[in-house]
């Protein structure tokens, strides 16, 4: 049966009007303190406080492919996507002990500067410039996943497929509001209105849950129950840890022990989008403990979101165990389960507290990437091109610079649309491997850095780029074509591996180089 169009009832509209009018109102207060200098804009004068930027990490880690693409992943499958903060909990140790003090010792603004002080001026604007156009993938990714929800918000539901224009439309309209937000106030701001907006995440997704539980007339055994033995004959639902040695598969166990480390190194370690909000605080100890709580308070949350998937697959996928409670439609685009289940079932009100938890997630992400990619650009490339200007003058810059990013993410976000058709990848998927595009290289470069006495700007420009033509030969589109001529037609390698093999060979090319006399920092 088609899915009918659908549109918020006029208490949603209400409710989801207070959220913004609430969340320009933290913008504005926050934003009212003087930013002297770019220390001020780009880091909060170093006094944010460890659970508010722990809280504006997940709001950051999290983005709308959490919101709609983990429900997706249990709906379609099981809990296996849960084994992967084993990585996380692996990486973040690393990075508090090591990266974050390294980070604070070097006294940077841009994280990137310590490439600079231990390689040389070479590495340090090629680790720039490749965070920045990764950041533009993965971000990009996120304005189109969030962009679905918004366009059907706007437009109603056209079914499995949604007209370009329409969520070209809602890309636009991302774009200028998290642009807005972010040229009031610097990181301070992001991070303070983000706090605000996890709360709302929060609400939201326990209101979910209570109302699936409400709407599904069954009891918790019975539930549980269902989803040992679900009627598709898959497999329990409730599986947790993947054994099979299938490297075609993204969540198995090992690719949590030995892809997701790595992949939680560079999120933390090397993004400066994440690494950022580490350096708002007073000391390196407190830096630490922010991202060691963010994942202590992350891992529970993307846990409550699988859960809303089993529940919505319970609900949607065993009409024969609810009898007359089951729905009379399913949803035909999985990547829409959830957003289907908040416009067509919860009562006014409620869609519109769901939609403004969704939006808060999409626009907390960009804000934060919006900050971090004008940082990077003034401190590694603007002021050594325009020195002794006044500190005035560079946060002026960093405002145009976020202006600049807006408009290429929005671009970026459009291209996006056809490549996620073109692959056919789940969300979730689709905005973790954009990332690795630039997350192989770098990661590889932080490494010699921090843990050798190699690599220089030759090899570090040579390794960046060496990671980013292996991610791009491992892609399907790409792999598909040439394998055959290796024999290796019959390997097939999901996108965490991809990152081990390419930040192996990155790593390999960046210690090929001898390390140049280090800077001193004053």
């Known amino acids: 049966m088609p899915e009918a169009t659908t549109f918020l009832k006029p208490l949603d509209w209400a409710v989801l009007g207070l959220y913004l009018v609430m969340l320009t109102v933290a913008g504005f207060w926050f934003s009212r303190k003087e930013q002297r200098d770019t220390g001020d804009y780009f880091l909060g004068g170093r006094r944010m406080p460890v659970w508010a930027v722990a809280l504006s990490i997940i709001a950051s880690s999290l983005s709308v492919a959490t919101f709609i693409g983990v429900p997706q992943i249990a709906y379609e499958g099981n809990l296996t996507y849960l084994t992967t903060n084993l990585g996380g909990l692996i990486a973040i140790v690393i990075v508090a002990v090591w990266f974050i003090p390294a980070f604070y010792r070097a006294n940077v603004t841009s ?5 600079g002080q231990r390689m040389g001026e070479g590495a340090k604007k090629a680790a720039s410039a490749s965070f920045m156009i990764g950041r533009v993938f993965a971000s990009g990714a996120r304005i189109y996943i969030a962009a679905i929800p918004l366009s059907m918000l706007l437009f109603g539901d056209a079914g499995i497929r949604q007209p370009e224009w329409q969520i070209i439309v809602a890309c636009a309209a991302l774009v200028f509001i998290s642009v807005s937000y972010t040229l009031a106030g610097g990181i301070s701001s992001v991070i303070w209105t983000e706090v605000v907006q996890t709360i709302v995440l929060l609400v939201a997704v326990a209101g979910a849950i209570w109302l699936l539980l409400h709407k599904i007339p069954l009891s918790t055994g019975e539930i549980v129950d269902v989803l040992r033995t679900p009627s598709s004959g898959t497999g329990s639902k ?25 992949m939680g190194l560079a999120s933390y370690g090397a993004d400066h989008d994440l690494a950022q909000r580490m350096l708002t605080c007073r000391t390196a100890i407190k830096g630490g403990q922010s991202a060691v709580l963010a994942i202590a308070l992350g891992i529970p949350i993307v846990a409550l979101f699988l859960i809303i998937g089993l529940l919505l697959y319970v609900y949607y996928g065993e009409p024969a165990r609810l009898g007359e409670a089951a729905p009379s439609y399913v949803p035909a685009d999985s990547r829409k389960v959830f957003l289907t289940f908040i416009l067509r079932e919860m009562p006014a009100g409620m869609s519109g507290l769901m939609m403004a938890g969704l939006l808060s997630v999409g626009i907390s992400s960009l804000n934060s990437a919006l900050n971090a990619m004008a940082a990077t650009a003034i401190k590694d490339f603007y002021m ?17 610079g976020v202006v600049a990013w807006g408009v290429v993410l929005g671009a ?11 692959n056919a990848q789940t969300l979730i998927d689709l905005a973790l491997s954009v990332m690795t595009f630039a997350y192989a290289g770098l990661l590889a470069v932080f490494l010699t850095a921090l843990f050798t006495r190699r690599g220089n700007s030759v090899s570090a420009i040579a390794a960046i780029l060496a990671g980013f033509c292996v991610l791009v030969a491992l892609q399907p589109v790409v792999w598909t074509r040439y394998a ?21 060979v990155a790593f390999a090319v960046c210690i090929a180089g001898r390390r140049p006399p280090e800077k001193t920092v004053d």
């Open 238 to 262: 409730l599986t947790l840890l993947d054994t099979r040695t299938d490297p075609s598969l993204s969540f198995t166990l090992w690719a949590s022990l030995l892809a997701f480390p790595l």
């Open 384 to 400: 050594p091109l325009r020195p002794g200007r006044s500190p005035h003058h560079y946060v002026n810059a960093g405002r145009l």
């Open 484 to 504: 055959s001529l290796l024999g290796l037609e019959q390997v097939k390698l999901a996108w965490p591996w991809h990152l081990v093999i390419g930040t192996a």
């Open 412 to 422: 970026f976000a459009v291209v996006c649309i056809y490549w996620q058709r073109a």
């Open 111 to 115: 994280i990137y500067e310590l490439l």
